[in-house]
C-alpha cells in the first residue's frame, strides 16, 4: 500500500476435501493509522473473492465460508486489537485484500485498489463520495472503464443535484484514456473528476495507488498511478497531494482526482 504496509496471503487448495486455506500470516502488524481491517471485514473479502469464483447460482450465506479456512493472525492490520483505528479498513483495506487474494489466485490483475474516498464541508454542508476507476484484466478478458469494483457499489450523485444542493461546480468528469495497463488484455481506465469550488470549505481525500501502482499479471503491464492535485485559484499554483490529505478550499479552487487504471494481464503479442 502507499504508507509501505503490506498485506501477505498464501491460498492452499484441498482438491479431495474441495476446501482452501488462506493464511494472512506475514501481513504487517497492525498500524498506527485507520488502515486496519476487522475480522469481519478480512472475511467478508474472502467470502466476496471465493464466490465470484463460483460459476453457479448458490445462496450467499454462512454455508458458503464452510470450505475456506482464514487465518487472521492476531494484532496485524487484517485483525487488529483495541484501541486501532479501522475508518480506513472497510474502505481501502479491503480492496487491498480483494486484489491480493484475486493476485494469488491468478485471476484477475490488481484493479483501482481504493474507493478514492472524497469528502468536502463545512458549518452547513457535508458531502461523501466514492469514486469509480479501472477493474483488472483477467486470463481471458479486458478490464473495465470507470466503474466501482469489488468491495465497493456506491452510485455517483448526479452532477445536477451535486451542483444545486452544494456550492461546487463539477468542471470535468471523463474517463482517463490510457490508464490501464497494456498486456494481452489490458486493464481498465480510470476517471478524472474536477470539482471546483465556490465558498470555503474544508475538502479531503483518503486513497491508495498513489505511489505503488495497480499490479499487472503473467506479463502484464501495471496500471497508471492515480494523483491527487490541487489547483489554486489566488496563485494559479499546483500542488500535488498525497495518497491521503485534507486542506482548505477557498472560492475558485479545483481539486482534481484522477484515479488508477487496472493491471493488464498476460504479455503483450
Known sequence: MDDGCKVKVTVSIDHEERSACIDFSGTDPQQKSNFN???????????????????????????????????????????????????????????????????????????????????????????YETICGGTGAGPTFDGCDAIHSHMTNTRLTDPEILETRYPVRLEQFEIRKGSGGSGRYRGGD???????????????????????????????????????????ASTGEEVQLGHRAELQMEPGDIFRIETPGGGGFGKKE
Not at 492490520?77 to 479498513?89: E, I, Y
Not at 473528476?193 to 483518503?206: C, H, K
Open 37 to 127: 481491517a476487522p475480522t469481519a471485514i478480512a472475511r467478508s473479502a474472502c467470502l466476496y473473492v471465493f464466490r465470484t469464483l463460483v460459476d453457479q447460482k448458490i445462496p450467499l450465506n454462512s454455508g458458503c465460508m464452510k470450505p475456506l479456512k482464514i487465518i487472521l493472525p492476531e494484532q496485524t492490520m487484517v485483525n487488529p486489537s483495541p484501541p486501532a483505528a479501522v475508518v480506513a479498513g472497510n474502505v481501502e483495506v479491503s480492496q487491498t485484500i480483494t486484489d491480493t487474494l484475486y493476485g494469488a489466485l491468478k485471476q484477475l490483475a490488481g484493479s483501482q485498489g481504493t474507493m478514492n474516498n472524497f469528502t468536502f464541508g463545512s458549518e452547513t454542508d457535508g458531502y
Open 190 to 232: 480510470g476517471i478524472v473528476r474536477s470539482v471546483r469550488f465556490l465558498e470555503p470549505m474544508t475538502a479531503s481525500i483518503l486513497s491508495n495507488h498513489r505511489v505503488v501502482p495497480p499490479f499487472g499479471l503473467e506479463g502484464g503491464e501495471e496500471g497508471a498511478l492515480g494523483r491527487n492535485t490541487l489547483f489554486k
